[in-house]
C-alpha cells in the first residue's frame, strides 16, 4: 500500500508497487516510487550520504535496481 512507504517500510511498498508497475493508469507513478524508494529508502534529505562522503555499502546493487527500473520506465 501506499501507506507503507510514509510509515517507514520500504520493503512493503515496493512489493506493492511492483506489482502496480504493469498498470496502465497506476505504472509509471509506481514505477516513478519505486525508483525514490531505492535512491532514498529512509527517506533522509536526499544527497545525505552521497555529499558527505559516506559509506554506503549497498550503494552499487542500488544504482543498479533503479537503473532497470529507469530504463524500463522510459521505454
Not at 504493469?22 to 532514498?40: F, H, Q, R, W
Request: a negative charge.
Amino acid at each position: 500500500m501506499v501507506s507503507d512507504r510514509f510509515t517507514g517500510n520500504p520493503n512493503a511498498a515496493l512489493k506493492y508497487f511492483n506489482k502496480a508497475r504493469k498498470d496502465s493508469v497506476y505504472g509509471y507513478p509506481a514505477t516513478y516510487d519505486m525508483i525514490e524508494i531505492c535512491l532514498n529508502p529512509d527517506e533522509e534529505t536526499i544527497g545525505g550520504t552521497v555529499f558527505d562522503g559516506g559509506n554506503d555499502d549497498d550503494g552499487s546493487v542500488t544504482v543498479v535496481v533503479c537503473s532497470d527500473i529507469y530504463t524500463e520506465l522510459v521505454e
